[in-house]
């Protein structure tokens, strides 16, 4: 052996190792590489003089480390051009779809805007909830017949459920925050409702909440006519028919004139011309007691809407069931 031959095959390895394409063309080389120096090895047992035998064995730990390295190097690159080829988040993709907002939260963002203008904070209470605050706080007993409108699903009965509205963050707000307060509160409700047109066990409301000195009826008109205006034009007809809910006194169920048949009557609208889109009243002294708000001191309205009816009525929908199937077509359209 020579140290020439030495050196060739050094310069055979590097142009090799420069016109190798693939992982697997680097792992042969690697193992034929091997095989050299080992072969290399036994040769440098068989010479005789001591010093010639240091002298070579320097040589060719010398020449394997520089090749070892070149290897390594070689390999590495390949790591990364195959870990940049596994994703690149700056490639675009032209058969990729953009998706569209949600027609539910299109139509929230439009009256979530409204209130964030009047000052509303926005706040968020739980899905799963305690039976005083989805019922007991708000003035319905464990024997009051208003639950069973709002029957629901029982997650330990009979005291953990799933909320069957959204006004229990009425009575967390109460707790929890400061007077005077001026909240909304969206969310997912439950409900055990049939699957139909106009009816699915979840559902999204959207809450309401005003207290503080002086608060009175005429606030609540002047924010929900204004709301209904705003969403669906200024010719938008209201009025307010008395109802019952056990937390307000006095209550409001509030219908808007059918924006398809401006009050002539149609199939969206049942012929009535009118269609009932929110629950409303002033809040009960009893509920504000309960939390401990001095209610000769404090007053307050509350209101709570249904967005999947609201957005039916909005995007002229048929069926509630559409706002969950996904389909982007429809989306599209809206
Ligand atoms: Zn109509």
Redesign the pocket.
């Known amino acids: 052996m020579e140290i020439n031959d030495l050196e060739s095959m050094k310069k055979q390895i590097i142009s090799d190792l420069e016109s190798i394409k693939t992982e697997s063309d680097i792992n042969k080389l690697n193992s034929q590489f091997r095989k050299y120096t080992k072969s290399l090895y036994s040769e440098l047992k068989g010479i005789s003089s001591e010093n010639e035998k240091k002298n070579f064995g320097k040589l060719i730990n010398d020449f394997r480390s520089e090749i070892e390295r070149l290897i390594e190097n070689k390999k590495s690159k390949f790591k990364d051009d195959n870990a940049s080829n596994e994703y690149d988040p700056y490639i675009f993709n032209p058969s990729i779809k953009i998706g569209n907002s949600h027609p539910l939260i299109k139509l929230y963002k439009k009256m979530e805007k409204f209130f964030i203008n009047l000052g509303f904070s926005i706040v968020q209470g739980p899905e799963i909830e305690l039976d005083r605050y989805n019922f007991e706080k708000l003035n319905m007993p464990a024997f009051h017949p208003a639950r069973d409108m709002q029957d629901t699903f029982y997650v330990m009965s009979p005291k953990v459920l799933l909320r069957s509205h959204t006004s229990s963050v009425q009575i967390r707000s109460l707790e929890t925050m400061e007077l005077p307060l001026s909240i909304i509160s969206p969310g997912t409700v439950y409900r055990v409702d049939d699957i139909d047109a106009q009816h699915t066990p979840m559902f999204y409301q959207v809450e309401g909440l005003v207290v503080g000195e002086g608060v009175s009826f005429a606030h609540l008109k002047y924010v929900l006519i204004s709301l209904l205006k705003e969403t669906f034009g200024n010719s938008t007809d209201v009025r307010f028919r008395p109802t019952y809910y056990p937390y307000t006194e006095p209550s409001a169920a509030i219908d808007m004139s ?1 924006p ?10 049942s ?3 009118w ?1 009932t889109v929110l629950g409303s009243g002033m809040v009960h002294p009893k509920v504000l007691e309960d939390v401990n708000v001095d209610s000769e001191k404090y007053t307050g309205f509350a209101f709570g809407l249904g967005l999947n009816r609201l957005a039916m009525i909005y995007f002229g929908m048929s069926e509630i069931k559409k706002f969950y199937e996904n389909d982007i077509s429809i989306w599209n359209q809206l």
């Not at 398809?260 to 609208?269: I, Q």
């Open positions: 059918c398809k048949c401006n009050k002539k009557g149609c199939r969206l609208c012929q009535a011309g269609i």
